[in-house]
């Protein structure tokens, strides 16, 4: 088979991990053709970030000792990961790195002006280094391993700098021939997530959590036959395991339930990663590195057969909602489109609305950091209008989201649902259903939301049984 795995950054957090994730590769490379695909290393890619905004306030001391550091970290990786000849050969690449990003860090310092497409060369590195010294290790192992960064793999973007988006067919042809010939010839290509670049060689990044998305346009582009992405978790639950002490691993997921379950936060997936492999039918498995024998969770065209409707339930923190009431808004063609008009041109995205049909009111839930900004926003631009009578925000509200390819056309899961909650007596203030079935969505008071979450779990007998 040939299988892209993509290593999560706490799976690269130290040597030791390094390693193991290096075993892991030269164990499946014996009956397979491995990519290797790798975020930076542990919490790198915040470390970067800060280092930006420290360069970008001018507080050059403390640039200095966070460029030290991230120099010492990578260096000492290296150095415990291979043998002497590799180190050899690869600590005068990651030298030079360290000085290019010196050299770029120092420019934002002197001019203490940061732009997304410095802010991204400066990220890429995290990828770089980790990368590299996968590469090293993978060698060090005896097999033969390349390192390519994104832009070398062949993956092309726009210049939207900080969430760029791949120029799908033009990178196609670039991978084929590139990573196509490398696995030919016996080569374990070994490249940087995340990172990628612009049709004039320039460094974009793919968003944070980019490297899912590196993977799976890699494994399109190929095709390969499975993607792995490897991380801490034993895969996706049906629920929080945090909050839900019974919450378990759910075996199999259909495309679109992971889409689902990524768009509400659940950990460990990248929101756009499944649609280049759900395009050409190409399974992925989440795969934990701290219990690799552990089966992991499949997503892949079908959906586990059960009799449960409900694969799922999710708690969506730091949500805030908004009201928009009027009576003259009743027949009055525009209200909806004028506030989604106003919070967009505030920068505000709205992630769940409702109106019901008596048209006197429409509700929104938003990121609650944006709820000032929405609120100021729809003051100014709808307050004066004869239409709107008064905007109401709400702080302290959580979104519950409850996923499932079964609840298509089976009737009654509303009911059992909504049911449940209102057995702990918890009020439900806001309802969305989109169209597609695949989930019900509602809002409840911050207080009563793993309540809620609780109900419903137990309510599908989703937990251990
Ligand atoms: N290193 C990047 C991030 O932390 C990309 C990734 O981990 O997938 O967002
Ligand atoms: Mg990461």
């Not at 360290?98 to 995290?126: K, N, Q």
């Not at 993978?138 to 391993?145: I, M, P």
């Not at 079908?302 to 908004?322: C, F, G, H, R």
Request: proline share 3%; aromatic share 4%.
């Amino acid at each position: 088979m040939r299988i892209v795995m993509k290593f999560g950054g706490s799976s690269l957090a130290s040597a030791d991990l390094i390693k193991h994730c290096a075993s892991i590769v030269k164990q499946h490379a014996e009956n397979n053709e491995i990519v290797v695909v790798c975020s930076a290393s542990g919490d790198t890619t915040d470390d970067l970030l800060a280092l930006v905004e420290t360069a970008r306030r001018g507080r050059g001391e403390e640039v200095e000792r966070r460029l030290s550091t991230l120099e010492q970290k990578h260096l000492n990786l290296l150095d415990a990961v291979t043998d002497d000849r590799i180190r050899e050969e690869t600590s005068e690449t990651l030298k030079q790195w360290l000085r290019e990003l010196r050299r770029a860090t120092l420019g934002i310092l002197y001019l203490r002006e940061a732009t997304p497409r410095s802010t991204d060369y400066v990220v890429s590195f995290g990828e770089r280094f980790s990368t590299l010294v996968m590469a090293a290790a993978l060698n060090s192992y005896g097999l033969k391993a390349q390192y390519l960064d994104g832009g070398e793999a062949g993956i092309v973007t726009d210049s939207n700098f900080g969430g760029a988006t791949p120029l799908i067919e033009v990178t196609r042809l670039n991978v084929r021939r590139r990573i196509g010939r490398m696995l030919d010839e016996g080569v374990t290509p070994t490249v940087t997530g995340f990172i990628a670049t612009n049709e004039e060689g320039v460094t974009t990044t793919l968003g944070r959590g980019g490297s899912d998305y590196t993977a799976t346009i890699l494994a399109s582009s190929l095709p390969a036959d499975e993607v792995w992405l490897w991380s801490d978790v034993d895969g996706l639950m049906t629920a929080n395991p945090k909050l839900i002490a019974d919450a378990v691993v759910i075996k199999k997921l259909s495309y679109n339930e992971a889409i689902e379950m990524a768009l509400f936060g659940a950990k460990g997936l990248h929101p756009r990663a499944l649609e280049p492999v759900m395009a050409a039918q190409i399974p992925v498995k989440i795969k934990n590195t701290f219990n690799p024998s552990a089966e992991g969770t499949l997503i892949s065209e079908s959906t586990e057969k059960t009799d449960k409707p409900v694969k799922a339930v999710l708690l969506v923190n730091d949500t805030a909602m908004l009201t928009v009431r009027g009576p003259s808004m009743v027949g009055e063609p525009g209200t909806a489109a004028k506030i989604l008009e106003t919070l967009y041109r505030a920068g505000v995205n709205v992630m769940m609305i409702s109106q019901s049909i008596s048209e006197s009111s429409i509700s929104l839930v938003i990121k609650r950091s944006a709820l000032n900004k929405a609120v100021t926003a729809l003051e100014k631009a709808l307050l004066g209008t004869r239409i709107v009578a008064a905007v109401e925000p709400e702080e302290d509200i959580v979104v519950i989201a409850v996923v499932g390819e079964g609840m298509k056309g089976t009737p009654g899961v509303a009911s059992r649902v909504f049911g449940a909650v209102a057995s702990k007596g918890i009020n439900v203030k806001m309802i969305a259903q989109g169209s597609s079935e695949l989930n019900i969505s509602f809002a409840v008071k911050e207080s009563d939301g793993i309540e809620a979450v609780k109900a419903i779990h137990s309510e599908y007998q989703l937990g251990k049984t």
